[in-house]
């Protein structure tokens, strides 16, 4: 494969693939957005819950502290309580047994008390409720002292009890509000903790939740984009396949065009035609082999230089100008007819085509010239045109003296002759006339080959002009006792073309009509309109064409039999003469074999009212 | 406008032969009155002289061709009333245009029927009346 086309299959797959990697950095942006998202809101949630787990933590303390407080207050009220009634247990009995807690709550009250405020800290109710215990102790203390001293009966103990009894309502009241208190508080706390345990969970089970969705949700772009992927690895394995199926195509159409490229080279050298690739000013890109040869420059040589300045003559540069200006125009030009210059200054003349050189944009950027020298061929027509032209006068002229002193003397005009010498001026006379169809007809024949055969075409009438030929042949008819019978449906069928070129055409026909029949017949001449155009037909009785001479009908110097041709006078070349000015007026001319004789026809267009036109046109 | 018939023709030919048969042919065949020329210069210097009703001239002639005698023939005041008619081989209608844009009345193909010519010339006469 060249590098041109391994770029272009290489640049096919780049585009393939940028396709796949720009789905996948997408793919991988939102991945990656969706991870920060999730580490953003873990983090959030995560800091969130360890606010509130420290103050989860606080709380506890707190609480803990609370409850430890309640006990501590249950504890001293139950000491105090226990003072109480040993006190009064050993007022009623006198029993120093009574006084076992009393004494116990004497000596761990104080201990009770000072952890009691350590829990409470500055608090003012905590200061009344040691001032009222201080102030209970003193009272059991001067109740027990009053007891030890005058007696359980002293009257002055009921005031002592009663004060006491109110002290110890104070405690206990001031005890249970503080404990009830210190409930609330509790149960504040508690509260406070429900609802900080209850975000807690909120928190992780939404950001599990999250989490969850975001895992579902990634699982599914995951997936999604796994399809996704599979369905373009799918799509470029199979785009793949098909770039490399076009890729050996290519690669096979490359080689192809390599190949014909070097055929064409080779051919371009070798043609024998001189091509000269030049561009829109004329400067020489491109000098075949055979354009050296021509016109003496190497193809370095033509290579440096323009057309003005090497093989158009200075009196046409102006004509070639225009012929290259009409070519970078996009017009062909063919069959011109050009003199040139070769290297050493002499003029060659040379048969050319000049066509447009195609850009890559398809847009002419110079021009293509295909010529090929005529200089000899030229100067044979001229030696030949000569050479006819010279033929032709050179035998006309005797020919004249003859045909006109053999007719003379044939009709007796110059003294009466015998028969047999009669006989041998007919003889004679039939010869000359014979030459003289044979001249006619080889100039003719020239004419045509040479494309000089003179066309004075007009809107005629063809029936007349068929009518006009059998009467010019009737005579010769005559001599074999043979009828003319002409048939025309239609008077005034117009043609448009030369009557005497179509004369000559009948002429041809009828006089082989009449010298391949047999004497006595009636050869059958038909004039008829068909929907193509005008059908012209002459049957005669003959013996027909041979199978094997049947294609050579046409051919110049065409004799089935020449033998018996040559009895008959016939030169071979008025069918070729005949198809020759048919097919110039546009129409084709056959034969058709029958059981008896041939019939050979020809067709012809109408004449319309732009047939002059189009003739010339055609012409052209 | 001619008012009489034909009757003096001449022939301006370089092939003497030709001159023969023609002659004989007009004498004999159409009864007219005959002069001949060898060339075109002959002919300019000696037709007058003849006086004919009409000229036939060969185009094809050493020295001074067909084409150049008639133009000559049509500027002398001597001949240019005078029908000249070409004999000649080159009969293509092209060729036979160009002659009679030359001035001539009419063009006879060689080789020309000797037992014809004489009528040929009375048509031509009579069509150009």
């Not at chain 1, 030009?333 to 290297?343: D, G, I, P, Q, R």
Request: hydrophobic letters at 45%; one cysteine or more.
């Amino acid at each position: 494969m060249s590098v041109r086309s391994d770029l272009l299959v290489r640049r096919e797959f780049d585009l393939d693939l940028s396709f796949m990697k720009t789905g996948d950095r997408k793919f991988g942006r939102n991945i990656i957005k969706a991870s920060i998202m999730a580490f953003l809101v873990a983090l959030l949630v995560a800091s969130s819950c360890y606010i509130t787990i420290q103050r989860l933590n606080e709380l506890h303390v707190r609480s803990l502290a609370s409850q430890e407080l309640i006990l501590s207050l249950g504890h001293v009220l139950q000491t105090v309580k226990g003072e109480e009634s040993a006190q009064r247990g050993f007022m009623i009995t006198g029993k120093e047994s009574y006084l076992q807690p009393y004494l116990f709550a004497q000596s761990s009250l104080p201990g009770q008390i000072n952890h009691l405020s350590q829990l409470m800290g500055n608090d003012a109710s905590m200061e009344l409720l040691v001032v009222e215990i201080n102030a209970k102790q003193a009272d059991l203390q001067s109740i027990e002292t009053t007891i030890r001293t005058n007696g359980s009966n002293w009257p002055g103990l009921v005031a002592l009890t009663d004060s006491s009894n109110r002290a110890m309502d104070g405690i206990n009241d001031r005890i249970l509000g503080m404990i009830l208190q210190q409930e609330n508080m509790f149960e504040d706390l508690e509260n406070e903790r429900a609802g900080l345990y209850s975000r807690v969970v909120a928190l992780v089970s939404s950001l599990i939740v999250f989490e969850l969705l975001l895992c579902g949700i990634s699982a599914l772009t995951i997936g999604r984009n796994r399809a996704a992927r599979l369905d373009s690895e799918r799509l470029l394995n199979a785009k793949n396949a098909l770039l490399r199926a076009q890729r050996d195509e290519f690669k096979s159409a490359n080689d192809q065009l390599t190949a014909a490229s070097m055929r064409f080279e080779s051919l371009f050298q070798h043609i024998p035609v001189a091509c000269v690739y030049t561009d829109s000013k004329g400067k020489i890109l491109e000098w075949n082999q055979t354009s050296e040869s021509l016109f003496g420059y190497t193809r370095e040589e033509a290579l440096r230089s323009t057309i003005f300045q090497t093989v158009v003559p200075p009196r046409d540069i102006a004509t070639a100008r225009k012929a290259m200006a009409a070519a970078l125009a996009g017009q062909s030009l063919s069959a011109m007819e050009w003199v040139c210059l070769n290297k050493k200054g002499e003029e060659r003349e040379l048969f050319a085509n000049l066509i447009p050189l195609l850009g890559e944009d398809d847009l002419p950027m110079g021009t293509i010239a295909a010529m090929i020298d005529i200089t000899e061929r030229k100067a044979v027509e001229l030696l030949k045109n000569e050479f006819v032209s010279t033929v032709s006068h050179e035998l006309r002229t005797p020919l004249t003296s003859i045909r006109g002193a053999l007719g003379l003397v044939c009709s007796g005009a110059v003294g009466t002759l015998s028969d047999k010498a009669l006989q041998l001026c007919a003889i004679a006379n039939s010869n000359t006339e014979r030459l003289v169809r044979l001249i006619n007809d080889i100039l003719d024949m020239e004419k045509i080959e040479s494309g000089n055969l003179a066309f004075n075409n007009v809107d005629c009438c063809i029936t007349d002009v068929v009518r006009n030929a059998i009467e010019e042949n009737r005579g010769f008819a005559d001599q074999f006792q043979i009828s003319l019978a002409l048939t025309a449906k239609e008077s005034n069928t117009r043609v448009y073309a030369d009557p005497d070129r179509l004369i000559q055409v009948m002429n041809n026909l009828l006089s082989n009509a009449i010298k391949f029949s047999p004497n006595r017949c009636e050869i059958i001449v038909e004039v008829h309109r068909a929907t193509e155009g005008v059908i012209v037909s002459v049957e005669d009785c003959g013996p027909g064409i041979p199978e094997e001479f049947r294609l050579q009908v046409f051919d110049r110097f065409a004799q089935a039999d020449s033998g018996d041709t040559r009895q008959k006078g016939g030169t071979g070349l008025g069918l070729s003469i005949s198809k020759a000015i048919v097919e110039h007026l546009g129409g084709r001319i056959w034969f058709d074999t029958l059981e008896t004789g041939t019939r050979f026809t020809f067709h012809l267009p109408y004449a319309t009212a732009s047939s002059g036109e189009r003739y010339e046109i055609d012409r052209s | 406008m001619r008012l009489t018939g034909l009757k003096r023709v001449y022939i301006v030919d370089d092939e003497e032969d030709i001159r023969t048969v023609a002659c004989m042919a007009l004498e004999l065949i159409g009864g007219f009155v005959v002069g001949q020329a060898a060339s075109g210069e002959q002919a300019l210097a000696e037709a007058a002289a003849f006086g004919p009703d009409l000229i036939l001239l060969d185009v094809m002639m050493p020295g001074m061709d067909g084409p150049a005698s008639l133009k000559l023939m049509l500027a002398d005041p001597d001949l240019s009333h005078i029908p000249v008619i070409f004999m000649t081989g080159m009969v293509q209608p092209q060729e036979v245009a160009a002659f009679l844009a030359m001035g001539a009345s009419a063009v006879i193909a060689k080789p020309f029927e000797a037992m014809k010519l004489a009528a040929q010339l009375h048509e031509i006469w009579n069509r150009s009346l």
